[in-house]
């Protein structure tokens, strides 16, 4: 059970003549409760910056989810002397060109998992997109049609285990 949390979040920067060009957003969310048979707690950390150059878009991202730790048990319920901590953290880059009423964009992102046994990855995704007209209508009667994928890439790779 989560008795108080603390989330702090900026989606934009502090002046507004660099808003529409670029957006900063931070996250971080930490809950004060422990979980039933772990020492501590988990913590997530997301941090974002997107940049717009005339029709391209650069975008990046961090995200730390980790903290908590525990006492592995094998498999005759015996509690091993060494405590281990689960975290995972993803780092994103990505590209996105605007032309017209047509958008596309690419990107990439490196997984890092350790949850008992370290394992990693590379996924990439990317989509299209168009829009009814390429500023918004008086009416707000627009639409955006698209279609994209997410995900893809090689299987994890997993490290040996202790």
Do not use: W
Request: net charge positive; charged share 20%.
């Amino acid at each position: 059970m989560v008795r108080a949390m603390y989330l702090i979040s900026t989606p934009t920067p502090p002046r507004s003549s660099m808003a529409r060009r670029s957006s900063l957003s931070v996250v971080v969310f930490v809950p004060s409760a422990r979980s039933r048979g772990f020492d501590s707690t988990n913590n997530l950390y997301n941090a974002s910056l997107g940049i717009c150059v005339g029709r391209h878009a650069f975008f990046g991202g961090f995200r730390y989810l980790g903290g908590m730790k525990y006492t592995p048990i094998d498999q005759n319920e015996n509690a091993k002397k060494k405590t281990r901590q689960l975290f995972d953290y993803t780092v994103d880059l990505g590209y996105a060109i605007r032309m017209g009423v047509f958008s596309a964009y690419a990107k990439g992102s490196y997984v890092y998992t350790d949850q008992g046994a370290a394992a990693s990855t590379m996924v990439f995704g990317g989509g299209v997109f168009l829009r009814s007209s390429e500023e918004p209508s008086a009416t707000g009667m627009n639409f955006i049609l698209g279609a994209k994928v997410d995900n893809l890439g090689a299987k994890v790779q997993a490290e040996r285990q202790e």
